[in-house]
Every structure is written in structure tokens, then in C-alpha cells.
């Protein structure tokens, strides 16, 4: 806790006056182009990799980057933060952004949790069916660990999981929305991007660079 107060006093004496005009607007509203869904772990720094400031991403974290299907019970949340996205805010993004070594993946993937956690224990079963997914992502990475090839599937899944809430499919549907499928590898600081026609992720910078005009997916 005193490296958070250690902080809030350095932003309030060394940060804040740069940022003071940004925030004053920003306290008019706010705009951003971007959901950005992300696990909640605390190496995930999307401003960070991103390099967005206040105001760019409307960000949603849970313990897994989970989006679970319209009409289940926990979708309520992940189905609050897409309506406001898309309806109030209007994004034309959707992010979500899994990320390796994760503890979630690993948990759902080894049955690797604590005794007398019932939430997490209900929370995690929204990873199964990544894991089935797992199977038939045959092109991801086959060199990596299970739990990241997992943490890959997982995100696919969840991406479809977001076009079963009709405020996404519709506008997926009519060109007013992109879905994007990125991962976080944490061992090389890099942002990757699965690319449809590899069938597998790869680094975003890349993909950028192959599609000058068109923003990769
Ligand atoms: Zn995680």
C-alpha cells in the first residue's frame, strides 16, 4: 500500500499539472473509440502497451478476460459494459485481450485453485469451453505452453461469445464495429494480433506493417 500512496503523491506533485487541462475536458465527458476487455492481472498495463492516455479506452477487466454468453447468469456484467460501449459511447472497437502465463488459464486448465473459493470455482467454468475450443484451434502456436495455447483459444471464444449480445452483432453486422483478438506476452513485452489467415496470433507491429492502410484485425 505505501508504493500506491508513494504514487498518488508523486502524480499529485509531478504528474498532475501536465495533465490538468486533459482531465478538466475529460470532466465534460467522454469519448473513447475503444473497449478494451482485459484480464484483470496486474502485469496487463493496456495504457501502458498501448500507449493511450486518459480518455482513449473504456476499459472492462475481470480474473480471466472472460465475455460470457448472452443469457447467462454472470453475462449481466460483461453485457453491461458492451451496451454502454456500443449504445452510449458508440466504439467502433472491440478489444479483448488475453495474455500468457495466466493464472486463470491456469487454473481452469489444471484444476489449480484454492479450497473454498466458490466464486472462482463458478467463475472459471466460463473457461471450459475455451478449452474445448483449444482442440479445434489446430494452427495456434504449438509451441507454447498449454495454458497460453489455452489463454489464445480463450480469447477466440470469448470474441465469439460478444456476437451473441445483439448490440454487437447488428453493428458487426452493418460495418459500425470491429471485433479484435489480441494477446499480451508478458516474457517479450509485445502485443500479438491473431491474424485469420495464419489461424494463429502474431505480433501486432507486424501485421501493421503488412497492412498499411487497412488496420490488421
Ligand atoms: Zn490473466
Not at 475529460?26 to 496487463?44: E, H, K, M, N, Y
Amino acid at each position: 500500500m505505501q508504493k500506491l500512496l508513494d504514487g498518488i503523491r508523486d502524480f499529485h506533485e509531478r504528474v498532475r499539472p501536465s495533465y490538468r487541462e486533459r482531465f478538466a475536458r475529460l470532466a465534460l465527458g467522454q469519448s473513447p473509440d475503444c473497449l478494451f476487455i482485459a484480464c484483470a492481472d496486474s502485469r496487463v498495463v493496456p495504457n501502458l502497451f498501448a500507449s493511450t492516455d486518459p480518455g482513449d479506452l473504456f476499459v472492462a477487466r475481470n480474473v480471466g478476460n472472460v465475455v460470457p454468453p448472452l443469457g447467462s447468469e454472470a453475462g449481466v456484467a460483461a453485457g453491461a459494459a458492451v451496451e454502454f460501449a456500443t449504445l452510449v459511447l458508440g466504439v467502433r472497437d472491440v478489444v479483448v485481450c488475453g495474455h500468457s502465463a495466466c493464472g486463470a488459464m491456469r487454473a481452469a486448465l489444471l484444476g489449480d485453485r484454492p479450497a473454498d473459493a466458490p466464486n472462482l470455482d463458478r467463475w472459471l467454468g466460463h473457461v471450459e469451453p475455451s478449452l474445448r475450443r483449444m482442440e479445434r484451434e489446430p494452427r495456434l502456436d504449438g509451441s507454447l505452453d498449454p495454458e497460453d495455447r489455452l489463454s489464445q483459444a480463450h480469447v477466440l471464444q470469448q470474441i465469439d461469445h460478444l456476437m451473441t449480445y445483439p448490440a454487437v452483432a447488428q453493428r458487426v453486422a452493418a460495418g459500425e464495429l470491429t471485433l479484435r483478438a489480441w494477446w499480451f506476452d508478458l516474457a517479450h513485452a509485445q502485443v500479438l494480433a491473431h491474424d485469420p489467415e495464419a489461424g494463429r496470433f502474431r505480433p501486432l507491429v507486424e501485421l501493421m506493417d503488412e497492412s498499411a492502410v487497412t488496420p490488421p484485425p
